[in-house]
C-alpha cells in the first residue's frame, strides 16, 4: 500500500502528469464525444523517455459520459485514469466518479472531492492563429491539417512559449494532430473506434484519511 499512496502522490499531486503538459487539447466545439472514440499520442520531453498517451470517449450514463486517459511510461508501465463526467474533459460541469488504476495494483475509487480535483484536464483554449493549411503525415496517417500558431505569456516577458499546433476535422472530438513547442513534440499515432476500457476489475474506495496529504 506504501508504494501505491507514493505513486499516487507523485501523481496525482503533482503537475507533471496533468493531461494539459501531456497532450495539448484545443476543444473545438461543444458536441459530445463519440462513445468508442479513441486516439493515441506519443509525447517527447527533452530529457525523459518517450511516453504514450491514449484518450477515449467509453458509454454514457444518462446525461454523463466516461472518459478515460491512459499513460504509457518507461518499462511499458501505465496508469490509467477512468472518470465519468457531465460535459466534456475539457471544461465538465461535474465530476461524478474517478478511478485510478496504478500500473500491477487494484483498480482505485477516489473519494469524490479528490476527484473533482485531480481529472486529468484538457485545455480549452484558442489554438491561436492560423497560419496555413494543406495535407500532413503523421504516423496515424495522412489528413487535410490546418497550422496554428500561438504564444503563451504576457508580451514582454521573458517566458514567452512559441506553440505550433496541427488540427483536422477528420476525428471528431479530438482535432489534434501534431504539437511543437520548445523541445515538446507530440504527434497522433493512432485512433479509432470502439474503444474498451483498460480497466476490467471492480475498483476498491481509497481511504480518504490515508491521501490528506495529497489534496
Known amino acids: 500500500m506504501a508504494s501505491l499512496l507514493g505513486l499516487l502522490a507523485s501523481t496525482l499531486g503533482g503537475p507533471s502528469l496533468a493531461a494539459p503538459a501531456l497532450v495539448p487539447g484545443?476543444?473545438?466545439?461543444?458536441?459530445p464525444v463519440s462513445s468508442g472514440s479513441w486516439v493515441r499520442y506519443s509525447f517527447y520531453r527533452p530529457g525523459q523517455p518517450v511516453a504514450l498517451v491514449r484518450m477515449a470517449a467509453l458509454e454514457r450514463v444518462g446525461k454523463a459520459q466516461w472518459f478515460e486517459v491512459s499513460l504509457?511510461?518507461?518499462?511499458?508501465?501505465?496508469?490509467?485514469?477512468?472518470?465519468?463526467?457531465?460535459?466534456?474533459?475539457?471544461?465538465?460541469?461535474?465530476?461524478?466518479k474517478m478511478i485510478v488504476r496504478a500500473p500491477g495494483q487494484v483498480p482505485m475509487l477516489l473519494p469524490e472531492a479528490?476527484?473533482?480535483?485531480?481529472?486529468?484536464r484538457l485545455e480549452t483554449q484558442s489554438p491561436g492563429t492560423l497560419v496555413g493549411k494543406g495535407p500532413l503525415r503523421v504516423p496515424a496517417g495522412r489528413f487535410a491539417a490546418m497550422h496554428y500558431r500561438r504564444t503563451k505569456g504576457q508580451k514582454g516577458q521573458k517566458r514567452q512559449t512559441v506553440e505550433d499546433l496541427w488540427l483536422s476535422k477528420a476525428i471528431p472530438g479530438w482535432?489534434?494532430?501534431?504539437?511543437?513547442?520548445?523541445?515538446?513534440?507530440?504527434?497522433?499515432?493512432?485512433?479509432?473506434q470502439g474503444a474498451q476500457s483498460a480497466i476490467t476489475r471492480q475498483p476498491v474506495k481509497l481511504d480518504p484519511r490515508l491521501i490528506r496529504g495529497m489534496k
Do not use: M
Open 26 to 31: 484545443v476543444r473545438t466545439s461543444g458536441k
Open 114 to 120: 479528490l476527484a473533482r480535483k485531480r481529472l486529468p
Open 175 to 192: 482535432p489534434l494532430l501534431r504539437y511543437r513547442a520548445a523541445g515538446v513534440r507530440v504527434e497522433l499515432v493512432a485512433w479509432g
Open 72 to 96: 504509457t511510461l518507461r518499462r511499458g508501465q501505465t496508469l490509467v485514469f477512468k472518470s465519468l463526467v457531465e460535459g466534456d474533459l475539457g471544461q465538465p460541469r461535474r465530476v461524478l
